[in-house]
């Protein structure tokens, strides 16, 4: 299984984009799947978290900003992005936490989101 992440790029401060990430493979199914950022010089953190059923967690500095989804019919996350800071530039990762035969973790190859001032 490979996830497939697109949509990062440029945006200036308060404007908007979308990420994807789509889990390509056969026979799995999906438990949840998640974004994470690393910036320069940062730890990689959690961003947003959505499970197959649709519960989603949030870190504290993108709620009410940052919007998570999935698509179960095309195994596809998203993370739509709203009113971006500058610190919300970084790498983003797509993670994935899925089921064949056994559970295992998937990570994307990450998208590089960049927000100018």
């Known amino acids: 299984v490979q996830l497939q992440a697109s949509g990062g790029g440029l945006a200036q401060a308060g404007k908007s984009l979308r990420l994807s990430c789509r889990a390509r493979?056969?026979?799995?199914?999906?438990?949840?799947m998640a974004w994470y950022r690393q910036a320069p010089g940062k730890q990689r953190e959690l961003v947003a978290q959505?499970?197959?059923?649709?519960?989603?967690r949030y870190a504290d500095s993108v709620k009410g900003r940052f919007t998570i989804s999935i698509d179960n019919a095309k195994n596809t996350v998203y993370l739509q992005m709203n009113s971006l800071k500058l610190e919300d530039t970084a790498v983003y990762y797509c993670?994935?936490?899925?089921?064949?035969?056994?559970?295992?973790?998937?990570w994307g190859q990450g998208t590089l989101v960049t927000v100018s001032s």
């Open positions: 993670y994935a936490e899925l089921s064949q035969l056994r559970k295992f973790d998937a």
């Open positions: 493979g056969s026979d799995f199914s999906i438990n949840d």
């Open positions: 959505i499970s197959y059923a649709g519960s989603t």
